[in-house]
């Protein structure tokens, strides 16, 4: 009949790179492989690629410890425009933040702890389980909803 092809990848060797406390392959170019990492989106991944003069093809893998370093600098204190900033206006300090990795999970934390304690609206719909941006809610988000009445007789009378 023939021989059998084999289309897998070659086994290329492919090391883990340690950035911002993220283990990522290293064999994705530093453009998407900056995305990993919380906090970090395409645009922002973009603009750091600019502003540090990154080759945007080269893998991760593939850049020299100093290198790394430097992205990791300048990550934790990013100099960029406002807008591409995730924390705008930060209640304590009131000044533009960018935070990534495991910090971002506990600002996100504290701030939804902060709502629910002072039962703003959010903080509500947050501690009811419903949906918190406005949304309708008689089709979707019915996983929250207590059987109605018509539901429960129908069951019973089987």
Known sequence: MGEK????KKEEEVTLVRVLGRDIRGDIKIASALTKINGISWTLSNAICKI?????????QDFEKAELGRIES?????????FLKNRQKDLETGDDLH???????????????????IKS????????GLPVRGQRTKANFRR??????????KKTSD
Do not use: C, Q, W
Not at 121 to 128: D, F, Q
């Open 121 to 128: 609206y959010k903080g509500i719909r947050h501690i009811v």
């Open 74 to 82: 300048f990550m934790k204190t990013p100099e960029l425009p406002a």
């Open 144 to 153: 929250n909803r207590k059987p109605s009445v018509a539901a429960a007789k």
């Open 5 to 8: 092809k084999d289309y897998r």
């Open 52 to 60: 540090l003069k990154l080759d945007k093809g080269k893998k991760i």
């Open 99 to 117: 935070i990534s990795g495991m910090d971002l999970k506990l600002r996100k934390e504290f701030d939804l702890k902060r709502l629910k304690k």
